[in-house]
């Protein structure tokens, strides 16, 4: 790629800043980004968490290792994924933990298995560490030794939400190379569902509805809007925020509020 993924720019915010947030829209636990030693990462909000990789150079492997160890406490299970999925969906993420009923998730999606867009049982930390200090690096090797569930693409969209959603399981979509980066910024940002209420309901500007926007800010500002103090939005009618990196996707409905009082 030429240079670090997750600090790749992605309609104003980045790689690693829309996947962590996806996840986080995702998911009840924490979210953990592995990293190597003092490798260096764009901002993020401030209830991520940080591992670094034991040994550097070690690959997934060792980073799943890692990353379910932190969390092996807190949680029987985990989504994994690579940084580089700009299109990664909550409900393809929910669809695969529906599927988790052993150790791990292996998809065979849009022709391709997905080790790096699935679940794995917290329980596989110690395996996947002893796997890395014998140098068994390939993550295939995991699969024949643990309770795999094989699931493909008919079983994965048999799920009618992420049907709807995400039809094509866009949300597998990597960026490896810089022409497929290129190519995934070139198309168009989500279709979002934006309101107002109250006093901002009553200003001029673009009319509410329909827009395309990939994160917060940008639907705010489509609606002729800006996130400061006197505003926040409503995600989906439940999560309050007014953060204008915050990733949006497909099907979400967001609303803004005066944040004043009476407003």
């Given at each position: 790629m030429g240079t670090a993924k997750a600090t790749l720019e992605w309609h104003g915010s980045t790689l690693l800043r829309r996947t962590a947030g996806v996840l986080a829209r995702s998911v009840d636990g924490p979210v953990v980004v592995v990293r190597a030693p003092a490798q260096p990462l764009p901002p993020l909000p401030g209830d991520v968490e940080f591992v670094d990789d034991p040994v550097e150079g070690?690959?997934?492997?060792?980073?799943?290792?890692?990353?379910?160890?932190?969390?092996?406490e807190r949680a029987d299970a985990a989504f994994v994924c690579s940084t580089d999925l700009p299109f990664?969906?909550?409900?393809?993420?929910?669809?695969?933990?529906?599927?988790?009923?052993?150790?791990?998730?292996?998809?065979?999606?849009?022709?391709?298995?997905?080790?790096?867009?699935t679940a794995y049982s917290t329980k596989l930390a110690p395996v996947l560490a002893e796997m890395a200090d014998d140098r068994q690096l390939k993550l295939g090797q995991l699969f024949e030794r643990c309770r795999t569930r094989r699931t493909d693409d008919a079983e994965l969209l048999a799920d009618p939400r992420l049907r709807h959603l995400d039809?094509?399981?866009?949300?597998?979509?990597?960026?490896?190379?810089?022409?497929?980066?290129?190519a995934a910024r070139d198309r168009p940002a989500p279709e979002v569902?934006?309101?107002?209420f109250g006093a901002l309901a009553r200003r001029g500007g673009p009319a509410p509805g329909a827009v395309r926007a990939a994160t917060l800010?940008?639907?705010?500002?489509?609606?002729?809007?800006?996130?400061?103090?006197?505003v926040v939005a409503a995600l989906n009618g439940d999560q309050i925020t007014r953060d204008p990196e915050t990733p949006l996707v497909a099907g979400?409905?967001?609303?803004?509020l005066s944040a004043d009082a009476g407003g």
């Open positions: 070690l690959g997934p492997v060792q980073g799943i290792a890692a990353g379910l160890a932190a969390v092996g990664l969906h909550p409900a393809y993420i929910l669809r695969v933990i529906d599927l988790l009923d052993g150790d791990a998730v292996l998809p065979y999606a849009r022709g391709h298995r997905q080790p790096l867009a039809p094509d399981l866009d949300s597998v979509v990597n960026v490896n190379e810089p022409a497929e980066y290129r569902v934006v309101q107002r800010g940008s639907a705010a500002a489509a609606v002729g809007l800006e996130l400061d103090r006197h979400d409905s967001v609303a803004f």
